[in-house]
């Protein structure tokens, strides 16, 4: 028997599928129809089977499910005798599948227009259009949300009548309607249209045919919290767990915060407190702890906050230690693992949680150490203590420096300096952010030595802490080394490539080197992120302005004016842009806001006051220089204003007084004392001897000091005085300012003394004025302006004063612009 049997050959170990296929010959039944041993086998009784009308007829074995028996089909299930016969199998070939019939009949056509087809078809419709809707709100396109939304019900509407006249109502997709319509209320609360929203609720949870429809009242009572009718918003969040099972528990404890935060709401601090005390002990959880602190605090009961403060310490954060992020050995397929969660989702949320829990702790210590002890430092002290024996150790040290922030809000600048003292013996991190402190506090109070001395400690005890180099680098910034601060920020960015403070200080280092592109391409990669920032939007327009592109700086400043539209700084900045563009119409718009908002810039002021003057509306100017006379009451330039625009108005009384109250305040104004001798003589006064008398003596007293000043340089071979002789008069108190009141102190001067009279110059007659004819009007303008005063005095219709000649004569530069001179004299007279 041992040598039929056939072994399998031997393999190497590792061909795991080597002999697979090797079969024994012994088993081939291909030639068993030839195999005379094997028909001899079958023959005799030892090997026959008995005779039955289901057996095979053959040796090929049982026929396959579905064979064909004398033209009839074997059943596919054993339910009835299939029903073959040898005759069958010997006379047929092998088809199972009946292909030797012929094709198989093609499946029957679908009939689209049945009713049952229709109501398929539109309920397929009515699941994508819910579908679509909750993607467009998911994508922030409310609208459109809406919209789906609403067509969604209107073809299930239509979709239920079809059903109702196919079949029994009982066939209705109570699922599909619900699912309708709380998409539809969802999407009318995220448009804000509540009443829609609400009526929508009352919809479904007035059908009895929903189940569970009960819990939609808690979104019914977040409807409510929302439109502030909390009255409402409590009774439904009541009914809503009325009929929550309790085995709900989470469910539940979300309603009573809901319930909790309403009585906040409405200031019933005692039943919101019986609210987060019953979920502290079922559930507790760190926003329920929080508000339980806000509750205790808003009653003021110390102790309770004390232990609520603990309640909160206590809640589990329920997340994974770090140690699972560090990599034991140094095996590649673990370090890959711990790579690919390193910064997964998971990952990701214990962040959040771990930041809130965070957050929360700090804010209630920060909250309640000032009322908790006797003073703000022990109740601190106390929050510190319970922090270092909890989860949250690590937060005591920013405990401590948010200690030294609130002795730096309260003005204790040495108590915060000798808090932050205490972290120089602690370990890197600490010291590096408590240095950072010290120094801005230094810096802050400009001892910039003891600044950078901290600043280099930071930097020392945590290189790559952003903060410790841009305090560094401002330090530096502050001894004018604006290469080295540069620096210093560079590497703050390299570091943390959001240190906002860094990429601020670069662009002003880059604007003090005259780089301007560099720090051009600074504020705006900042504006890229602080998108709302008004100073980085200032910067951006003044270094446009500064690289001469007006345009460029008029947008920004818009954008900046639409942040901050109160900035009377940036609207007057804007206004004197349009200025030098020559849109004055757009320049007074935006220097009258800036003044409106802040109206003592003397600037904006002297801007609007000259504006009506060039535009002839003197009574307006009034107002202007009388504010600015009052800001600056030792100028007597702006009182001298004032009296001018009476007089350029027509009124010559009030001009007069306000002429003779200047003299009382300043007695030795020469130019005072020149208008009031000029308008004392027109108006025909007898104190114009007096004040003509007060006036020469002035000049003479004037001409020595100038002698002397003359000699003196002389002498001394200084430079030599101004040779047109004018100079402001005694105590800086000049009626002019710059080139204009140059030109006005010399037209003054040059005209006649008080004492002559207005004829005594026969060679000045009208028809013979130089200033009018003739190209050589140069070193003339004393006899233009002389015959036109003639003219004037005995023409009462043009009638015009001595001041108002030399002022209206005093805008325009006689040595550069002839022909305003002539236009001027020439409308005078017409």
């Known amino acids: ?156 509407r239509v979709l239920v009548r079809q059903r109702e006249q196919v079949a029994s109502p009982e066939n209705i997709n109570l699922d599909l309607t619900y699912s309708v319509l709380f998409n539809l209320a969802s999407q009318y609360s995220a448009n804000e249209m509540y009443p829609e929203a609400l009526n929508t609720y009352q919809v479904i949870v007035k059908n009895k045919m929903f189940s569970n429809a009960g819990r939609l009242k808690v979104n019914m009572g977040n409807i409510y919290l929302k439109q502030r009718n909390y009255s409402k918003a409590i009774k439904f969040y009541r009914m809503a767990l009325d009929q929550i099972p309790s085995v709900h528990k989470e469910m539940r404890i979300k309603i009573m915060q809901n319930i909790g935060v309403t009585f906040i709401q409405t200031g019933q601090y005692s039943d919101a407190i019986n609210s987060f005390e019953h979920i502290m002990r079922m559930a507790p959880n760190l926003k329920a702890g929080f508000n339980l602190i806000l509750s205790y605090f808003a009653v003021g009961d110390r102790e309770k906050m004390k232990k609520a403060f603990q309640k909160l310490i206590a809640v589990p954060l329920e997340t994974d230690e770090d140690g699972k992020y560090i990599s034991p050995n140094d095996d590649p397929h673990t370090n890959l693992v711990i790579e690919a969660i390193k910064n997964d989702h998971l990952r990701q949320m214990e962040r959040e949680r771990k930041a809130m829990a965070e957050k929360y702790i700090m804010t209630a210590a920060k909250l309640i150490a000032p009322v908790i002890e006797t003073s703000f430092a022990v109740g601190y002290d106390w929050c510190v203590e319970v922090v270092k024996a909890s989860q949250y150790v690590e937060l005591a040290n920013d405990l401590e420096i948010n200690k030294a922030i609130m002795y730096l809000r309260q003005k204790d600048f040495n108590q915060a300096v000798e808090t932050l003292k205490m972290f120089e013996k602690k370990d890197s991190s600490v010291k590096s952010a408590a240095a950072t402190n010290l120094s801005f506090l230094y810096y802050l109070e400009n001892e910039f030595s003891q600044a950078s001395s901290y600043a280099d400690l930071a930097v020392n005890s945590d290189r790559y802490n952003p903060s410790a180099l841009t305090n560094k680098g401002n330090t530096v910034f502050a001894n004018g080394d604006y290469e080295k601060a540069a620096e210093f920020y560079k590497e703050a960015l390299r570091n943390d490539s959001s240190c906002t403070e860094a990429l601020y200080n670069i662009g002003l280092t880059y604007k003090k080197l005259n780089r301007l592109d560099e720090a ?9 992120i602080l998108r709302n920032s008004a100073q980085v939007l200032y910067q951006i327009a003044n270094i446009y302005e500064l690289m001469e592109d007006p345009s460029q700086a008029m947008e920004w400043l818009m954008q900046l004016i639409s942040v901050v539209p109160t900035d009377s700084r940036a609207l007057s900045k804007l206004g004197g842009l349009y200025d030098s563009e020559g849109d004055k119409s757009q320049a007074f718009q935006y220097y009258y806001e800036s003044y409106r908002y802040f109206p003592s810039n003397i600037e904006v002021i002297e801007w609007l006051g000259a504006y009506y003057i060039d535009t002839q509306f003197c009574e307006k100017a009034i107002q202007y220089f009388e504010r600015a006379s009052l800001i600056q009451p030792t100028q007597v330039k702006w009182q001298l204003m004032v009296a001018s625009c009476f007089r350029r108005s027509g009124n010559y009384q009030k001009a007069l007084d306000t002429y003779k109250d200047i003299h009382r305040k300043f007695p030795e104004n020469v130019e005072c004392l020149r208008f009031l001798v000029r308008l004392c003589t027109d108006i025909g006064l007898k104190e114009v001897q007096e004040y003509a008398t007060k006036l020469k003596r002035l000049e003479k007293m004037k001409e020595i000091r100038e002698q002397r000043t003359k000699s003196g340089r002389d002498s001394s071979g200084g430079p030599r005085g101004r040779r047109d002789g004018s100079a402001g008069s005694d105590g800086g108190q000049n009626c002019g300012a710059g080139s204009r009141g140059e030109r006005l102190s010399a037209q003054l001067r040059a005209l006649p003394r008080t004492e002559e009279p207005y004829d005594s110059s026969s060679n000045k007659e009208l028809g013979k004025c130089p200033g009018l004819a003739g190209p050589d009007w140069k070193g003339r303008a004393d006899a233009s302006t002389w015959a036109l005063l003639r003219v004037f005095q005995h023409r009462q219709k043009f009638y015009m004063t001595w001041e108002s000649v030399s002022l209206h004569s005093g805008l325009f530069s006689f040595e550069d612009e002839p022909h305003w001179f002539h236009i001027c004299c020439f409308s005078l007279f017409l």
Do not use: W
């Not at 009839?72 to 040898?86: E, N």
């Not at 051009?520 to 890229?528: I, T």
């Open 1 to 156: 028997m041992m040598e039929n049997v056939h072994l399998a050959p031997e393999t190497d170990e590792d061909d795991l599928y080597s002999g697979y296929n090797d079969y024994n010959p012994t088993y081939d039944t291909e030639e068993l129809e030839n195999d005379t041993a094997f028909q001899q086998a079958v023959k005799t009784s030892h090997g026959r089977r008995p005779p039955s009308k289901t057996s095979l007829a053959s040796s090929m074995g049982r026929p396959m499910t579905g064979a064909i028996q004398d033209g009839v089909t074997r059943p596919m299930t054993a339910v009835r005798a299939a029903g073959f016969t040898k005759a069958a199998l010997r006379g047929s070939a092998f088809d199972p599948l009946g292909q030797s019939r012929g094709p198989a009949p093609p499946l029957e056509a679908r009939n689209e227009d049945s009713p049952e087809e229709k109501i398929r078809q539109l309920e397929k419709k009515v699941n994508e259009l819910v579908e679509e809707s909750c993607i467009a709100n998911s994508c922030g396109d409310l609208k459109l949300a809406l919209e789906k939304a609403k067509d969604a019900g209107r073809k299930e």
């Open 520 to 528: 051009l391409d600074c504020f705006l990669k900042l504006h890229a």
